[in-house]
């Protein structure tokens, strides 16, 4: 894989981390305002955005298992840093929209 090819990686991690750590706040905010089916769909996208960075990952180590070398740019590492706090975010929101939800 090219520098450049991982840097468009690195950038496709971080808009797909970005997407769901906003989605899963919107969720939060829908819930707080009783919007439960709004929540839901926002949650459900977040899940959705969480997983096309999570496959992107998963490529980049099966690569690197197969025995592919890379020369690792900062900018990956902040990709990495996205996909985590992307990863927090989804989970703290769905134990914070849990407790709200109306029963």
Do not use: W
């Not at 797909?16 to 009783?34: D, F, L, T, V, Y």
């Not at 490529?59 to 992307?86: R, W």
């Amino acid at each position: 894989m090219t520098k450049e090819e991982l840097y468009e990686q690195s950038f496709m991690l971080i808009t797909h981390s970005g997407n769901a750590r906003s989605c899963a706040m919107e969720a939060i905010q829908s819930i707080k305002q009783k919007k439960q089916d709004e929540c839901e769909a926002k949650l459900k996208e977040a899940d959705e955005e969480f997983v096309k960075a999570h496959r992107i990952q998963t490529e980049l180590i099966q690569k690197e298992a197969s025995g592919e070398t890379f020369e690792i740019p900062i900018v990956f590492i902040h990709a990495q840093d996205h996909l985590m706090n992307a990863m927090t975010t989804v989970e703290l929101a769905k134990e914070i929209i849990d407790l709200h939800k109306v029963k």
